[in-house]
Structures are given as structure tokens and as C-alpha cells.
């Protein structure tokens, strides 16, 4: 990892970035405590999160460009958001960035950096 590029930068960009978002949410329909939760046209919220993860590891401020404040926390109390359903989360997101080839340490970098707002998201005991 390159101390002095962004974490979007030392991913690879818009393309890595796309290919991630491309990965991770065929496991997230999948996966049998998270599909539920997410509506069956996945394409609007694959888009978003192409956009928040390109803001969020220091790309361009897509996200906030086209939708405004993240404020992701309160963008994720409708929906019941457990302890285990972060954890499933986290695991897609593991998968996804094993599928696309990034490699340690950078994965566990990237996977560090979520682990803080998927855990953060809970708000159902």
C-alpha cells in the first residue's frame, strides 16, 4: 500500500471500485440475512454505493455531489440493522474484494475501514 495515495488510489480507482460494487451485492442478495432488505431492482443501490464507497475511500465527492450529506447512519435506521446482519455484510465484503484480487494487507485495510460504520449501523438488539 502507497502511504501517499488515497485508499481509492491504491485500489485502482473508479474501475476497481466498480468491479467491488459489481462482486459484493450478488452475495448480498444471497446472503440470507441481508437480501431481504434490499429490493429486487438492485441497480439504484448498487449506484449508490459505487458513489459512497468512491467518496468514502477518498475518491471524488460523488456521493455527496448527487445525493447530499451521507449521513448514513440515519439513511439505514428503517431498516433493522443487527449485529449479525454487519457481520454478513462484512463477509460479503470480504468475498467480493478476495474475487476482484486485492490482496492482503490492503484487504484487511479496506475491510478495518467499513468495520467501523457497518457496526455502527445497528440500532436492533
Same mark, same amino acid.
Given at each position: 500500500? =502507497?502511504?501517499? &495515495?488515497?485508499?481509492?488510489? =491504491?485500489?485502482? +480507482?473508479?474501475?476497481?471500485?466498480? !468491479?467491488?460494487?459489481?462482486? /459484493?451485492?450478488? !452475495?448480498?442478495?444471497?446472503?440470507? &440475512?441481508? +437480501?431481504?432488505? /434490499?429490493?429486487?431492482?438492485?441497480?439504484?443501490?448498487?449506484?449508490?454505493? #459505487?458513489? #459512497?464507497?468512491?467518496? #468514502? /475511500? +477518498?475518491?471524488?465527492?460523488?456521493?455527496?455531489?448527487?445525493?447530499?450529506?451521507?449521513?448514513?447512519?440515519? !439513511?439505514?435506521?428503517? /431498516?433493522?440493522?443487527?449485529?449479525? !446482519? %454487519?457481520?454478513?455484510? &462484512?463477509?460479503?465484503?470480504?468475498? %467480493?474484494?478476495?474475487?476482484? +484480487?486485492?490482496?492482503?494487507?490492503?484487504?484487511?485495510?479496506?475491510?478495518?475501514? &467499513?468495520?467501523?460504520?457497518?457496526?455502527? #449501523?445497528? =440500532?436492533?438488539?
Amino acid at each position: 500500500m =502507497n502511504q501517499g &495515495l488515497s485508499l481509492y488510489d =491504491n485500489l485502482g +480507482g473508479e474501475e476497481t471500485i466498480r !468491479r467491488l460494487v459489481e462482486a /459484493f451485492y450478488p !452475495r448480498v442478495q444471497r446472503e440470507p &440475512l441481508l +437480501g431481504p432488505l /434490499f429490493p429486487e431492482d438492485i441497480t439504484p443501490v448498487m449506484e449508490k454505493q #459505487f458513489m #459512497f464507497l468512491t467518496q #468514502f /475511500f +477518498g475518491g471524488p465527492s460523488l456521493y455527496s455531489d448527487a445525493v447530499g450529506h451521507p449521513m448514513m447512519r440515519a !439513511r439505514h435506521l428503517p /431498516f433493522p440493522v443487527t449485529t449479525e !446482519r %454487519a457481520e454478513a455484510w &462484512l463477509a460479503c465484503m470480504r468475498a %467480493a474484494l478476495e474475487e476482484i +484480487g486485492i490482496e492482503e494487507p490492503l484487504r484487511e485495510f479496506v475491510l478495518e475501514r &467499513l468495520s467501523g460504520p457497518a457496526f455502527h #449501523f445497528v =440500532n436492533t438488539p
